[in-house]
């Protein structure tokens, strides 16, 4: 028996060993930053001109919802997050079940279909800008000098709502491959014997698919809605690159203005706030995401 | 318990063979002779200033000049990269020996801590060939924080219009001489840039004129359009920008005009490069934007079918004056090259005709111009001398950021005109003028 604890405290001395360069790491890079924020966001900091922080209570956090730029721009990013959020996740099932139904050449589709994901999303949005372009556009040029239909070309960006829209498709478009291999391994988890019995019992496709798949998801609905919501609240790259929050602020998302506070305007401490409310509703949506999609007695 | 000590060990050897492997062999006394005479200097900018502005050939050459100095580029990705800069000298260190930067109104922030040096007290800089009268005025002013010159100008840039010459050809607005009419008033450039208007369809196919609006540079368009106006952008205080006034109500008045009868393009809102883009393409007759985008749109129209004029008001009032120039960091070790850099080469005949021939940057110094092929470049630097730069102010961002919606709103028809006045002049009124 002291022979097995002895052993048993070495090897827990030697798994503390191998995680301590990740635990100095997260120490570091992560823990640390976290907590000097949260002390930034109680003071009055700007870093380029102040000589030292001074706090100032929750005047940080008051002044933010005063603030009508901010308050804007939550409701521009709840907008851009629910939007993403409904087309991926609907698209990305939807097309996973498709490859789970019709095998044969999946792979290449697989491939496809996952691709977007490996462009980074602020060079997708660059290439997105050059589509949705007004003047000299791929996308008005199809439709007006291709089909000939000059009627229907438009300032896709210059628009308030087709600008969120252009956005919300880039980001699709660029989410819908690691969602969709997501739910299809979801897809692939669901044991053959339920869909088999289900067909024995005389199920339809359709049947099968609402009353058998979909609620067997409901751990990968957990998964993929969590990174959803996290890719829809913490958009960033395509508002910044296609429209620099324009036209008229309708869309500058929160991100924008965390970053312009912090690094245009050098207000750390106010920034700081900004981004311990941008957290509390991410973490505010995932818990309900993840609430709804906790089975019953787990 | 063997096991452990044999990891430990196993651990020990390879940390040591690490640190091994790291240290410094000890130079012999030839190798420390060479190293210690050898001078290195560093230089870095944004990566289209480092094209633009012959960063690497003037390093070839100045290394040729010099064998005993290495010069060494590297670039950054966006301007907060430099202002991270500032933790390093504030502890007397230094990753660069010369930073390109905006301006005064960018290099701003470093002065308050005394990070950077005046040129002027310090570095007496203004010597010989090199004397303040041998500068372009707008450019020095792009350089100076509260009257002292932290920046030195490299390479400038002035508002005006860019003119597509066959579209103006096509309907019938020139002159006598064949050259492109300019107009004097903005009810004149709206009817200009209406019969340069053509559509198919019910939709534009040529836009008659293309504004700089993007939320990046719509504070130059403003403050261009008006110094132009009122030959000033400050009010009686002299501190103050004026936008509550007759002569800015007309420009706005008139812009909204233009947008609602599709003649103004709105397509800067969200591309601060559509304009130019839409130039080059031969879809625009007019871009009110940065001058030297002529030497862009000849690229693809051919410089014969493009040239520039001033917008109504600049030829008199003058415009906004902008540009790129070098600071020096006080932590570095080799001031003394630094300066002998940006001299000999940066404001050399090389980066300061090339500069302006291949890219359209105008050279800082005005004996540059004789350099200069096109006769554009004149008109230019006519309209760059009466030209102001940004106010220096330590809130200016915040007008660079808040001012474009507000305008985008108004052209758009979400708020009527005075609304619009107020909230600009409120918000010019609010800035921290500190530093100016």
Known sequence: MTKLRSKARVKARMGMFFTLPGLIFVIAFMI??????LYYSFTNYNYVY?????????????????????????????????????????LGLVTALLLFYFKGKDNLY????????????????????????????????IIGDVFKLTQFTYGWLTNRVTAMGAIVSVTTWSSLGFITILFLAGLQGISGDILEAAKIDG??????????????????????????????????????????GAPGNATRVMYMHIYDNAFEFFEMGYASALGFILSVIVLSISFVNLKINSSKGD | MKKFFALMLVVLILSTSVFAAGAQETPSADQKTSAETKQTLRITGLSWQVQKIFIQQAAEAFMKDHPDVTVEISTYAEPSVVANYAIDWSRGKTPVDIAIVSGAQFAAQFVPKGLIYDFDKDLNFFTGDFSKDAFVNAGLENGQVAGQQYVIPLIIETYAVVVNKQMFKEAGLLDRNGDPLTPKTWEEFYQFAKKLTKTSGGQVVQQGASIQWSSVNMYAALLAVLRGARGDIYGPDGLTLAFDNPEFREILRVWKKGVDEGVFS???????????????????????????????????????????????????GGSFGFGAGVIIPKSTEV????????????????????????????????????????????????????????????????????????VQNYLDGRIDLETTITRLQNLAISLDKSLI
């Open chain 1, 50 to 90: 102040d000589v030292k922080p001074i706090f100032n209570g929750f005047q940080n956090y008051i002044a933010a919802f005063q603030d009508e730029t901010f308050v804007l721009t939550i409701k521009n990013t709840l907008v851009f997050a629910s939007t993403f959020f409904v087309s991926v996740m609907i």
């Open chain 1, 32 to 37: 640390y930053p976290l907590f000097t924020s």
């Open chain 1, 203 to 244: 199920a339809g496709t359709i049947g099968t698919i609402f009353k058998i798949i979909l609620p067997n998801l409901r751990e990968t609905y957990v998964i993929t809605g969590i990174w959803a919501i996290l890719r829809g609240l913490k958009i960033y790259a395509p508002p910044v690159v296609m429209t620099g």
């Open chain 2, 335 to 406: 001031p003394e090259l630094a300066m002998q850099f940006i001299k000999e080469q940066l404001l050399g005949e090389m980066v300061q005709t090339n500069t302006v021939n291949q890219y359209g940057k105008m050279p800082s110094m005005l004996r540059h111009y004789d350099g200069a092929d096109a006769p554009e470049w004149q008109v230019l630097k006519q309209i760059a001398d009466k030209s102001g730069a940004i106010p220096t102010y330590k809130d200016f961002a915040k007008f660079q950021k808040e001012a474009p919606p507000l």
């Open chain 2, 266 to 316: 709105k397509e800067m809102y969200v591309d601060n490069m559509a304009g130019r883009n839409s130039l080059m393409a031969g879809k625009v007759a007019m871009l009110l934007d940065s001058g030297g985008r002529f030497i862009e749109g000849g690229q693809t129209l051919g410089i014969e079918n493009v040239t520039v004029m001033p917008f109504p008001g600049a030829d008199t």
């Open chain 1, 110 to 141: 697989k491939t496809l279909i996952f691709m977007p994901i490996v462009v980074p999303l602020s060079l997708a949005a660059i290439l997105f800008n050059w589509i949705f372009a007004e003047n000299f556009g791929l996308l008005n040029f």
